[in-house]
T-cell receptor, first 111, second 115 residues
Framework: DAKTTQPNSMESNEEEPVHLPCNHS???????IHWYRQLPSQGPEYVIH???SNVNNRMASLAIAEDRKSSTLILHRATLRDAAVYYC????????????FGTGTSLTVIP | DSGVTQTPKHLITATGQRVTLRCSPR?????VYWYQQSLDQGLQFLIQ???????AKGNILERFSAQQFPDLHSELNLSSLELGDSALYFC??????????????FGSGTRLTVV
């Protein structure tokens, strides 16, 4: 399973944008970049994923570096409900490959 | 509600005992995955089933086993329990077992406490 590196923790003020970085220098050409988050006492939930191009959805945006060795999850306006552990995961989409979760980034949102 | 149902939500049992955790996948999903989350290990992949057949094994102990039934629900059996087995156990489901961009839907977990 390909490795990702994320900061252990980050803080953000409520209603401000948050940029969560992820380094994945050993990414292979077939790996997709997935982001999940885990709110306290809940299971992980899907946030966004991408391969090469930047992606937007109702929850967040994903900015992928041109060389794909890093990516950034962008929450446009942090709310208290966004306080969670955010996991950046690389996954080869071929059958038999799983999602392997690292330690993630614990995001604290300050009111 | 994610659509993935796990029961029970909490379980307290003694060392040496055996327990069964149950998971009903989201409607239409054929794949079921089990994960263990403990404080010192993070989320660890245990095992995957697809349409009743075992498809992948991760860091699952020999004391643990799982199966997926014809109605697609899955059970994780944990036996000869030790204190270190205390953890959150999550079940996830997906429509298929591969494919670009597909993701998992997780349940809310079963918290197992071994005393």
């Amino acid at each position: 399973d390909a490795k990702t590196t994320q900061p252990n923790s980050m803080e953000s003020n409520e209603e401000e944008p948050v940029h969560l970085p992820c380094n994945h220098s050993t990414i292979s050409g077939t790996d997709y970049i997935h982001w999940y988050r885990q709110l306290p006492s809940q299971g992980p939930e899907y946030v966004i994923h991408g391969l090469t191009s930047n992606v937007n959805n109702r929850m967040a945006s994903l900015a992928i570096a041109e060389d794909r060795k890093s990516s950034t999850l962008i929450l446009h306006r942090a709310t208290l409900r966004d306080a969670a552990v955010y996991y950046c995961i690389l996954r080869d989409p071929r059958p038999g490959n799983q999602f392997y979760f690292g330690t993630g980034t614990s995001l604290t949102v300050i009111p | 509600d994610s659509g993935v149902t796990q029961t029970p939500k909490h379980l307290i049992t003694a060392t040496g005992q055996r327990v069964t955790l149950r998971c009903s996948p989201r409607s239409g999903d054929l794949s079921v995955y089990w994960y263990q989350q403990s404080l010192d290990q993070g989320l660890q992949f245990l095992i995957q089933y697809y349409n009743g057949e075992e498809r992948a094994k991760g860091n699952i102990l020999e004391r643990f086993s799982a199966q997926q039934f014809p109605d697609l629900h899955s059970e994780l059996n944990l036996s000869s329990l030790e204190l270190g087995d205390s953890a959150l156990y999550f079940c996830a489901s997906s429509a298929r077992t591969g494919g670009a961009g597909y993701g998992y839907t997780f349940g809310s977990g079963t918290r197992l406490t071994v005393v």
